[in-house]
T-cell receptor
Framework: DTAVSQTPKYLVTQMGNDKSIKCEQN?????MYWYKQDSKKFLKIMFS???????INETVPNRFSPKSPDKAHLNLHINSLELGDSAVYFC???????????FGSGTRLTVV | GDSVTQMEGPVTLSEEAFLTINCTYT??????LFWYVQYPGEGLQLLLK?????DKGSNKGFEATYRKETTSFHLEKGSVQVSDSAVYFC?????????????FGKGITLSVRP
């Protein structure tokens, strides 16, 4: 069983569209994250949720809206997609109080 | 704020060569330090970690020692293999609990030729 799974793995869409990326973890972790990896491989945190509560929001445009229906899921919805949103988005999870981060395999988003 | 600085890449080595990838950090507290590896087309995998000064993390022949006096966590391997070709990220986390997060360096691409 995949510990942190993301769907879709690849997403190609036109500018201006709205899209969602889904993430699920079966590790029983309390905290989930979204990271963005740009074309130069640089990784930066976007959001974190702990037990469905938003904890970290790192200066991400309002077009990005995370949603956590329960502590095993953290979805990322992006409105009005722009060319600069093209990147690989990684979901991750960790148990509270530890540094045991587990990453998903990533979603490569291409905006054309 | 927290930051991680890695040496500039890419790095190309011959099989069985010695590897050192430098990493230094800036943090307000006493962070935990990590090396993650990303193989082509895959997600990030934890390679090793150290949670306090002088700790040595090790895995798959890779080692790194947490040096508080030099704020460094350099990655080493005595004899690299072609299968070690990947992108390597140094990272830190200076908090635990609900507001924990990882701060990454820029990553360095390692290519090992036969």
């Amino acid at each position: 069983d995949t510990a942190v799974s993301q769907t879709p793995k690849y997403l190609v869409t036109q500018m201006g569209n709205d899209k969602s990326i889904k993430c699920e973890q079966n590790l029983g972790h309390d905290t989930m994250y979204w990271y963005k990896q740009d074309s130069k491989k640089f990784l930066k945190i976007m959001f974190s949720y702990n037990n469905k509560e938003l904890i970290i929001n790192e200066t991400v445009p309002n077009r990005f809206s995370p949603k956590s229906p329960d502590k095993a899921h953290l979805n990322l919805h992006i409105n009005s997609l722009e060319l600069g949103d093209s990147a690989v988005y990684f979901c991750a999870s960790s148990p509270s109080g530890t540094h045991g981060y587990t990453f998903g395999s990533g979603t490569r988003l291409t905006v054309v | 704020g927290d930051s991680v600085t890695q040496m500039e890449g890419p790095v190309t080595l011959s099989e069985e060569a010695f590897l050192t990838i430098n990493c230094t950090y800036t943090a307000t507290g006493y962070p935990s330090l990590f090396w993650y590896v990303q193989y082509p087309g895959e997600g990030l995998q934890l390679l090793l970690k150290a949670t306090k000064a002088d700790d040595k993390g090790s895995n798959k022949g890779f080692e790194a020692t947490y040096r508080k006096e030099t704020t460094s966590f350099h990655l080493e391997k005595g004899s690299v293999q072609v299968s070690d070709s990947a992108v390597y990220f140094c990272a830190l986390s200076d908090r635990t609990g609900a507001n924990s997060k990882l701060t990454f360096g820029k990553g360095i691409t390692l290519s090992v030729r036969p």
